[in-house]
C-alpha cells in the first residue's frame, strides 16, 4: 500500500525558512518520482518540485527556484523540501505525490498525502 505522510509545516515570517518531509512506503522509490505540489485558498493546486527517484533529476517552479531545494534521504526513504526565503504568497497546504518525471513533464498518480499547511505572515 502507498503511503505518503508530510509533516514539517508550520507559521513563520516573510524570509524564513521551513523544511517540510514526506515519508514514503509501498513502492519502490527509483521506479517513480516525488512532487510537491500546494494549493492556496481559493486556488488551483500547483505544482512546486519534483525529483526523479531513476536519475536524481529535479524540477523547480520559476515561483520557487533559488529558494527551494528538494532532496531524498534513501536510507529514510523521505523526501524533503527545504524552503528559504519565504514569502506571503508561499501561504499554502502543501503535498507530496507518487508520479512520473520525464525530464520536463511531470505525471501525478493518484496518490497523495494529507497535506502540511504553510503560512507565511508577519
Known amino acids: 500500500e502507498v503511503q505518503l505522510v508530510e509533516s514539517g509545516g508550520g507559521l513563520v515570517q516573510p524570509g524564513g525558512s521551513l523544511r517540510l518531509s514526506c515519508a514514503a512506503s509501498?513502492?519502490?522509490?527509483?521506479?517513480?518520482?516525488i512532487g510537491w505540489f500546494r494549493q492556496a485558498p481559493g486556488k488551483e493546486r500547483e505544482g512546486v518540485s519534483c525529483?526523479?527517484?531513476?536519475?536524481?533529476?529535479?524540477y523547480y517552479a520559476d515561483s520557487v527556484k533559488g529558494r527551494f531545494t528538494i532532496s531524498h534521504d534513501t536510507a529514510k526513504n523521505t523526501v524533503y523540501l527545504q524552503m528559504n526565503s519565504l514569502k506571503l504568497e508561499d501561504t499554502a497546504v502543501y503535498y507530496c505525490n507518487v508520479g512520473a518525471y520525464t525530464g520536463s513533464v511531470y505525471y501525478p498518480l493518484d496518490y497523495w498525502g494529507q497535506g502540511t499547511q504553510v503560512t507565511v505572515s508577519s
Open positions: 525529483l526523479s527517484g531513476k536519475d536524481g533529476t529535479t
Open positions: 509501498g513502492f519502490p522509490f527509483e521506479d517513480y518520482s
